[in-house]
């Protein structure tokens, strides 16, 4: 969803870092939500007393975190650099 409309705002308005901040600020809220939503589903798995399926839960979790971090932070800048590089 990020790159998709990442996309689409700057084919619409030519301006990637503007695209990069009205998509943080629009689908960015709706990706947080659903990955600290499902984080937190996976943490509780995580307190499950067999322990193979607590490592999975605890891992999903983590797991979920760092692709929010990534999603938010690395894209962005690989998409900003990217278009500073075509230009």
Known sequence: HLL???RELADRTGDEAAAVEETLRTTGAAITTSSI???LGFGVVG???LKSVAWF???TAVTMVS???AELLITPAIVLAAARRRR
């Open 4 to 6: 998709f409309k990442l």
């Open 37 to 39: 939503v499902m984080a």
């Open 47 to 49: 307190l499950a007393s």
């Open 57 to 59: 839960g605890a891992l």
């Open 67 to 69: 692709a929010l971090a």
